[in-house]
């Protein structure tokens, strides 16, 4: 079954150092999504992508943060200049159609910086 | 703004019925969801509703929508151990950006 995938499945970084988490989503899928979980917290929206471009950003997605397709298979999310509140669970999800539906989540990349 | 609220623990005996509950505030919502979060694991689709829909069955899971009053229910048949997860409702509107509860820990025991 096809599935989202993520790497790493767990970096650690230090405080102001940049982190890139890497995403292959479902192959025939156009929108791509990413969303984070803060330990202990709820599921939280940051971003939608699609034809190359951010549809739709949260608050929480500041400068700070970036995404790109680079090719036609990966989705990154860039964190430019990591702080300690941006530890968490970052989940990458697709799918085919943007209108609500199936939304596909990978495994996640937990991030902890110090 | 959005919100959705679930309880966070239900226990079960193995065998009996589960049901887990969850409350909304976005009448607009388009769809309603139901995932599954084992333990280290990503987020698994379990199944979802349509908004003009009250109710979905899917083998063990039903899904039931009361729309007046923005409440959704997953009730699983026969629960087994390996049911053992948290569960998340979240609703959709007109984009995928999805609005989390925060997750029912459903605990089986033997």
């Known amino acids: 079954e096809p599935e989202v995938t993520q790497t790493p499945s767990h970096q650690v970084t230090q405080m102001g150092q940049e982190v890139i988490l890497r995403c292959v989503p479902i192959s025939n899928h156009l929108y791509f999504y990413w969303y984070r979980q803060i330990l202990g917290q709820k599921v939280e929206f940051l971003v939608s992508?699609?034809?190359?471009?951010?549809?739709?950003k949260s608050e929480i997605f500041d400068d700070q943060f970036s995404v790109e397709r680079p090719d036609g298979s990966n989705f990154t999310l860039k964190i430019r200049s990591t702080k300690l509140e941006d530890s968490a669970m970052y989940f990458c999800?697709?799918?085919?159609?943007?209108?609500?539906?199936?939304?596909?989540f990978g495994e996640g990349s937990r991030l902890t910086v110090l | 703004g959005e919100d959705v609220e679930q309880s966070l623990f239900l226990s079960v005996r193995e065998g009996d019925s589960s049901v887990i509950n969850c409350t909304y505030t976005d009448s607009s919502s388009t769809y309603l969801y139901w995932y599954k979060q084992e333990p280290g694991a990503g987020l698994q689709l379990l199944t979802y509703i349509f908004s003009n829909m009250d109710m979905k069955q899917d083998q063990r899971l039903t899904v039931l929508l009361n729309k007046k009053d923005k409440h959704l229910s997953l009730r699983i048949a026969d629960t087994q151990t390996g049911d053992s997860a948290i569960y998340f409702c979240?609703?959709?509107?007109?984009?995928?950006?999805?609005?989390f509860g925060t997750g029912t820990l459903l605990a089986v025991q033997p």
């Open positions: 999800a697709s799918s085919q159609k943007g209108g609500a539906g199936e939304l596909f």
């Open positions: 979240a609703e959709g509107g007109a984009t995928n950006k999805l609005i």
């Open positions: 992508f699609y034809n190359n471009e951010i549809s739709e």
